[in-house]
Every structure is written in C-alpha cells, then in structure tokens.
C-alpha cells in the first residue's frame, strides 16, 4: 500500500513530446538545487503556477510488521528540472525552496539525457538509482520494450544491469536487462556519444 499516491513526474504531460520540449524560443532548462527533502513541494508548487518541470521519481518497496508500503522517492536527491523562461526561473525562486538554480550550457544533452530517463521510468521493469556512475562498455539494447536505449554495462553478481546517465549530474539509473539483448558499440568519443 502506498503512503501516499505517486505524484506527476512531469508537468505538463507532453514535457517530452518535442525536440525541444515543445516551448517558445526563449524557454531553456534550468537545474534545481532544493533544500533538502524539499524536490516533492517545489515540483507541487511549480505545478501550481503551470510552470513545466520534472521530477524524476523511483518506486520503493519494502514490508512493516507484516505489510507491505511503497513509497516513491526522487531518483535524484535535491534536484528538480525546469523548463522555462526567466519568468519561470523567478517563480521557482520564489518558493523559498531552493539552494541555488543552476544553467545548464548543453540544452540538447541534458533533453537527451532526461528522455531517456523518462522511458526508462515509463517502462515496466524497477528502476535503482546510481550515485556513481561506473565506467563499463557502451551497449545498446536490440529488442524488447527498451530497444534502442543505450546506455554503460554494469555487472553486479549474477545480475547484469544497464545504466543511464544524466550527465550534467554525473548521476543515473539503471535497469536489470539480459545479456543476450546486448550489443557492445564502438569506443566512440565522449562527445558524439549515443543518445
């Protein structure tokens, strides 16, 4: 049983329905610096004032004297993304929320990057949190629901784990994937890596 329901991830729905997320020229994305435990109020009080952002969110289950609750905790700690213009931003800083907000210089990497969160979220398979990134070979995934999705091979025992980064956070997420719908891509350089 939930605590509480899962909130939106992202406002507006279509958020990443676009090249550039669907917005006027002047909207770019910003990173969110919260106070601490604070990224679920700025996400409700942003929404609120129907300014765009998302709030990349993994479910957590565990069991309490004999039930079993779910909870669903930001995949990145102390980070919100928005987009939007200086309108926006000023918003957001207006929540009382916010350690800093930081510009991003690589819009279209951090889109990229955060799409691909999103379908991993959006998929059916548990999501874990990384707090390092590891190095590992550059694989992409060729069938099943996330075909296409490439991201570093990470191996932890028996299981084998792909890991999609976010890398303006140096942060990521992995899911559990076989070996078998693996393909190992070339060494290429950091700059042209897939998205």
């Known amino acids: 049983m ?16 676009g090249p550039s997320a669907g917005g006027a020229r002047e909207d770019r994305w910003w990173v969110l610096y919260t106070r601490a435990r604070m990224e679920k109020a ?3 009080q942003l929404r609120g004032q129907q300014v765009s952002f998302y709030l990349p969110l993994y479910e957590q289950t ?13 995949l990145f700690p102390g980070y919100v993304f928005l987009y939007g213009d200086g309108y926006a931003r000023l918003t957001a800083l207006e929540t ?7 510009p991003v ?19 059916s398979s548990p999501a874990t949190p990384e707090t390092a990134v ?16 490439c991201g570093n091979v990470l191996c932890r025992g028996a299981e084998t784990r792909l890991v999609i980064e976010v890398e303006f956070l140096r942060r990521g997420v992995s899911i559990e994937v076989e ?4 393909r190992v891509l070339p060494a290429a350089d950091p700059a042209t890596k897939p998205r």
Not at 2 to 17: C, G, H, I, N, V
Not at 96 to 102: D, K, P, Q, S, W
Request: charged fraction near 25%; hydrophobic fraction near 40%; include cysteine.
């Open 2 to 17: 939930p605590l509480l329901e899962a909130e939106p991830r992202a406002f507006p729905d279509t958020l990443f329905s």
């Open 42 to 44: 700025v996400a409700r």
């Open 62 to 74: 565990w069991k309490t004297g004999g039930r079993k609750r779910t909870s669903y905790l930001p």
């Open 96 to 102: 009382n929320l916010l350690c800093a907000v930081i």
């Open 105 to 123: 210089t690589d819009q279209e990497r951090l889109f990229n990057d955060l799409c691909r969160v999103e379908r991993v979220l959006g998929g």
């Open 134 to 149: 590891p190095a590992g070979a550059l694989v992409e995934i060729t069938s099943g629901p996330f075909r296409g999705l």
């Open 179 to 182: 070996d078998w719908a693996l």
